[in-house]
């Protein structure tokens, strides 16, 4: 705190930057005036060809057919590869033979009980 009193002692609290008179009253126009004159630019139109129009809106184009395919391969269902379309397909129950009921039902290892269970499911839905 001492040091500040001392320095304001001899300083003294006055503003010590002085501003002639009248400064800021001409400084805009003496600063337009020193300014350098604007060269004018002239723009000679250049001719536009065809591909240059067109170019935008077969972006756009191709954007929107992107677009509708990406869309439309998202939306489909797809198959697994591996997938008989004979098991696919629904398959006629008068067709089908006792001889091919008996080797399926060997090959699904079932026993009776839960082939009743199995059947009995099936029949409620």
Known sequence: MKEE??????LGKENSFK???????NLT??????????????FEEESVSTWTRLKPLLYLAAMFVGAALIIRVASTEHKPAAV?????????TEVVSDEMLDVALDRAMLDDYSLYVYLSDASVE
């Open 19 to 25: 501003v002639p008179d009248g400064y800021f009253e």
């Open 5 to 10: 009193d001392i320095l304001l002692k001899k």
């Open 84 to 92: 008989d379309e004979v098991a696919v397909t629904e398959v006629d």
């Open 29 to 42: 126009s003496e600063v337009i005036n020193k300014l350098p004159e604007k060269e004018k630019v002239v």
